[in-house]
């Protein structure tokens, strides 16, 4: 994976979470009121962490994840009241602040940092969670991203794709040609037979299978998750 193109789209991410949509988010992710489209996204996002919940461990007791992206934390919290210790990192420090604020008795079982997901330093897990926040790389530096992962992870790991649908192959046909600088970084999308030949190929994830998958399609919000486990 080229660093430089890695750090440049998180400084993009970065600036978008933290200077444009810190308080979209900060609502999008409460109870609060949202409008008819944004409550598409929220339920869509709520099942998609209800599925990547329901492929971790009931007892996390002794067992350390990674919720690498981890917004403003509700992954984190679920799955430090399972027993977890968590390190839950992001780019964005205002969503971080919001996660902080958010975590209640959970608090004391998780880790916040404000960094990049792929920093030797955040340590060993038994599970990776990766939420939403690869979407917005390029499938292959995706899927290096996770090969630098899986040196440091023993048991699974989780994370979501945008699916290659007309509809999203669409709106990022639209978000090319017509850039805005209030716009969200752009996703990418792919065909999840050309991520499974990447992954495939990647030598770092030949102690890795995919397992299970799912796709969830609410409204505006199409996501698709994979869990890649320790053979």
Request: charge should be positive; proline fraction near 4%; aromatic fraction near 6%.
């Amino acid at each position: 994976m080229s660093g430089s193109t890695w750090q440049a789209r998180r400084t993009q991410i970065e600036t978008y979470f933290d200077r444009t949509a810190s308080e979209t988010w900060k609502r999008l992710t409460s109870d609060a009121p949202v409008s008819g489209i944004r409550a598409t996204v929220r339920a869509g996002r709520d099942a998609m962490r209800a599925t990547l919940l329901s492929w971790l461990p009931d007892d996390m007791r002794g067992l350390r994840l990674l919720d690498a992206g981890c917004g403003t934390g509700a992954l984190a919290v679920e799955a430090a009241h399972r027993g977890a210790q968590v390190v839950a990192i992001d780019v964005s420090r205002s969503l971080i602040q919001v996660a902080r604020e958010r975590a209640g008795t959970a608090a004391g079982a998780i880790r916040f940092e404000v960094g990049d997901m792929l920093d030797p330093y955040l340590g060993d897990f038994d599970h990776v969670v990766a939420m939403d926040s690869l979407i917005h790389y390029r499938a292959p530096d995706a899927v290096r991203a996770l090969a630098g992962l899986a040196a440091r992870t023993r048991g699974s790991m989780l994370f979501t794709f945008a699916p290659r649908t007309p509809l999203l192959a669409a709106m990022h046909t639209v978000g090319r040609i017509f850039p805005r600088g209030d716009r969200a970084p752009a996703i990418e999308p792919v065909a999840e037979a050309a991520l499974r030949r990447l992954i495939q190929g990647e030598r770092a994830l030949a102690g890795f299978a995919p397992r299970q998958t799912r796709r969830i399609a609410s409204g505006f919000y199409t996501s698709q998750a994979m869990e890649l486990a320790a053979r």
